[in-house]
């Protein structure tokens, strides 16, 4: 079955870096990759979805990569800010129908 | 858009009771997902609609899950005979089907824990 991996340790970084979160994959073959966000006791929230043949996706701070032959996703969160500090989950679909998730990755961002 | 709603927020059973929960999806999705999610970890898929027809479910789920979709519109998921294992947030997400990559839209969980 799929396995999904995100950075097992919390990563904790100081304002105004750039945050940089991992999702690997194996024995998968994604077409679609979303990211979402999770702030503690609230559901998911979607941020960005990047399609297989699609090498890099942005929005305002975020940037996301998809990198299929290392089966590999990157997250970045540039100009980082305390508001930014959540868990962050990885998604992926091979249907666009059912969505499997990683095991997400906690950050903190210091003032 | 007024969001995913799910009731109860919280639940708190005895071993062998059996609890329903309740998600009302965004008025036009016709997409509708279960999740569960324990301390730590992602959100599993358990089982997922597109009208009123359950078109797929996790090996996961065991026969004392059963979820229902009756009209297309709200759904609900049923544990029988619960278990301390069940104890976890169940998270419900609706997305629209108008292509294949249509982001989930989740409401904020029911939060079970089973004594």
């Known amino acids: 079955s799929q396995k999904i991996e995100q950075n097992s340790e919390a990563l904790n970084i100081q304002e105004g870096k750039t945050a940089t979160l991992t999702c690997n994959y194996t024995?998968?073959?994604?077409?679609?990759l979303q990211w979402y966000r999770q702030d503690p006791g609230r559901g998911p929230v979607f941020l960005l979805l990047?399609?297989?043949?699609?090498k890099e996706k942005r929005k305002e701070r975020l940037k996301v990569t998809f990198d299929t032959t290392l089966k590999q996703s990157l997250f970045h969160i540039t100009a980082s800010q305390p508001a930014d500090s959540a868990t962050y989950l990885c998604?992926?679909?091979?249907?666009?129908?059912?969505?499997?998730f990683g095991t997400g990755t906690s950050l903190t961002v210091i003032p | 858009d007024t969001g995913v709603s799910q009731d109860p927020r919280h639940k708190i059973t005895k071993r062998g009771q059996n609890v329903t929960f309740r998600c009302d999806p965004i008025s036009e999705h016709n997409r509708l997902y279960w999740y569960r999610q324990t301390l730590g970890q992602g959100p599993e898929f358990l089982t997922y609609f597109q009208n009123e027809a359950q078109l797929e479910k996790s090996r996961l789920l065991s026969d004392r899950f059963s979820a229902e979709r009756p009209k297309g519109s709200f759904s609900t998921l049923e544990i029988q005979r619960t278990e301390q294992g069940d104890s976890a947030m169940y998270l419900c997400?609706?997305?629209?089907?108008?292509?294949?990559?249509?982001?989930?839209?989740f409401g904020n969980g029911t939060r079970l824990t089973v004594t």
């Open positions: 997400a609706s997305s629209l089907d108008d292509r294949d990559n249509s982001p989930l839209h």
């Open positions: 024995n998968y073959s994604p077409a679609y």
């Open positions: 990047i399609r297989e043949n699609e």
């Open positions: 998604a992926l679909s091979n249907t666009g129908n059912q969505f499997y």
